[in-house]
């Protein structure tokens, strides 16, 4: 398995009431893990973190604006 993409599922285990097997490519935070756009926002957080990056603000708002 690719190792990035192991790591944000890593994350979202970390994150999320769930189990590996239900992260598929498609999942969506809201509708499959029952996340809140803090959820979003908290995972967005740890994936800058881990993979040392920094994802703008105006990226961020459009990712909130799909959990709503």
């Known amino acids: 398995m ?25 999942s969506n935070i809201a509708e ?3 996340g809140s756009s803090l959820d979003a926002i ?3 957080m740890a994936l800058e973190v881990e993979f040392e990056i920094d994802i703008p603000d105006e990226e961020v708002e459009k990712f909130k604006e799909t959990l709503n």
Request: cysteine-free; hydrophobic content about 45%.
């Open 2 to 26: 690719d190792d990035t993409m192991e790591l944000v599922k890593q994350a979202l285990l970390a994150q999320f009431d769930i189990e590996t097997a239900d992260i598929k490519p498609t």
């Open 32 to 34: 499959d893990f029952n």
């Open 42 to 44: 908290e995972f967005i």
